[in-house]
């Protein structure tokens, strides 16, 4: 992936938190430890849930293990780095680890994407195509599509992050973000392919979000067409329920991610910028097991049938 051969910069700074006043380190440290400590243990109730009841064996909870999989390993790519650099003022980072940092970053992020599209499709048969669900999400083809999401979140990084530390670093190595993010290590970057790298990163990113988020909301446009055409009131209920949370998942991941892209930008938009990459590292993850864990009346059951078997079996 790399050739140090063209680049001068060993190492890069973070300074994403430097323009905060540093009586807010603290603040900042405990909200974010408070949420990603939460994030963990709610992906990983949710997955030892799935894993425990066989009832949850069903393709809708392998891919939200999966999901959850994915997630956490989205947030250990680069939280716990952040969290230790708030408290710490030498915020430098390796010229390779910068690089590891991107391609994870972009891996687990496009993996997610993948991951939310498929759950859509899911819903789409199980509601549209009733009959022809075990057929369609058998466990074979389960297992295939998500092998598919996380090979394709894999080629995606390194189509993104490949080209990006290819190119020359000649100086300063200031990175005015608190991870190695896309936009201002590419900044950073010198010589006269900058402009096309960028040009052609970007445009893979947005392929890809795009897509998935084209496909995911495709699938619910035919979902709510399908639920509309129920008769009664109460199977129109029981229909959409069956996929409100993953719905909600969707407008979240997609439209934090989309601030990426439409962000002000500028050296005045510094701290709006630091606080706003916040919402699509730290606050997603937050709330995506949240609102699968209490939207879902199944999965809750899930879990207090678990956690009330686990309590009487310790008494006993």
């Known amino acids: 992936m790399l050739e140090s051969n063209y680049t001068s910069v060993s190492e890069f700074i973070f300074i994403g938190f430097s323009s905060f006043p540093q009586q807010l380190m603290s603040v900042f440290f405990t909200v974010f430890l408070l949420m990603y400590l939460s994030t963990l243990m ?27 999989i994915s997630e956490t390993l989205y947030t250990l790519a680069f939280i716990p780095r952040m969290l230790a650099d708030l408290l710490s003022t030498h915020r430098s980072i390796a010229f390779l680890a910068c690089a590891i940092q991107m391609f994870l970053f972009f891996m687990f992020g496009f993996t ?11 819903r789409y048969v199980a509601i549209c195509h009733p009959l022809r669900y075990n057929v369609l999400m058998s466990p074979r083809d389960c297992a295939c599509l998500v092998a598919a999401a996380w090979a394709g979140g ?15 670093f000649c100086g300063p190595n200031q990175i005015q973000h608190f991870f190695c993010h896309l936009p201002p290590v590419l900044k950073l970057a010198c010589g006269s392919s900058v402009p ?18 084209f496909l995911a909301l495709l699938s619910y446009a035919f979902i709510v067409a399908a639920i509309l055409k129920i008769p009664s009131t109460k199977g129109r209920h029981k229909a959409f329920s069956t996929c409100a949370s993953h719905l909600t998942v969707v407008i979240v991941h997609f439209g934090f991610a989309s601030i990426i892209y439409l962000k002000p930008k500028g050296p005045q938009f510094q701290k709006g910028d630091t606080l706003m990459a916040t919402t699509y590292t730290v606050l997603t993850p937050f709330l995506s097991p949240i609102i699968f864990s209490l939207r879902n009346t199944e999965l809750k059951n899930a879990m207090k049938k678990a956690f009330l078997r686990k309590f009487y079996s310790s008494n006993n």
């Open 42 to 68: 709610s992906n990983m109730l949710i997955v030892a849930t799935i894993w425990s009841e066989r009832n949850l064996h069903t393709p809708m909870y392998l891919f939200l293990c999966a999901l959850s």
């Open 112 to 122: 997610h994407s993948l991951l939310l599209t498929i759950m859509g499709y899911d």
């Open 196 to 213: 096309a790298v960028t040009l052609g990163v970007g445009l893979v990113c947005m392929i890809i979000l795009l897509s998935c988020c």
């Open 154 to 168: 894999s080629a995606g990084g390194l189509i993104v992050t490949t080209p990006i530390f290819r190119l020359p």
